[in-house]
């Protein structure tokens, strides 16, 4: 079974950055892809950023393209989110998530594992 721990989130003010990061442990097979998604009250987990594990492919969100930035550290099984110009519409629950599976990377549905959410919030 597949643990994902995240850590990182906090409070921040506008324009502000924080480094998500998400250690994967528990894995008997090679990922195929990690994404971080994130869940702001009364609305719908939505993608964030993902990444190909072994190609290193990135993939964005419109809302976030420019201010942050998905990385994998392969030999920590951690993937990271730098997220940069932060504003109070980034505030959310952000989750990290893993598949294992050749498919779309920016659908939740499509992933297997989860973690268990790191807040972040940020202050006008």
């Known amino acids: 079974q597949v643990q994902l721990v995240e850590s990182g989130g906090g409070l921040v003010q506008a324009g502000g950055s924080l480094r998500l990061s998400c250690a994967a442990s528990?894995?008997?097979?090679?990922?195929?892809?990690m994404g971080w998604f994130r869940q702001a009250p009364g609305k719908e987990r939505e993608f964030v950023a993902s990444i190909v594990w072994s190609a290193g492919r990135t993939y964005y969100a419109d809302a976030v393209k420019g201010r942050f930035t998905i990385s994998r550290d392969d030999a920590a099984n951690t993937v990271y989110l730098q997220m940069n110009s932060l504003k109070p519409e980034d505030t959310a629950v952000y989750y990290c998530?893993?598949?294992?599976?050749?498919?779309?990377?920016?659908?939740?549905?499509?992933?297997?594992?989860w973690g268990q959410g790191t807040q972040v919030t940020v202050s006008s």
């Open positions: 998530a893993d598949t294992k599976w050749v498919r779309g990377t920016t659908t939740p549905r499509n992933y297997d594992y």
């Open positions: 528990g894995r008997t097979f090679s990922t195929y892809a």
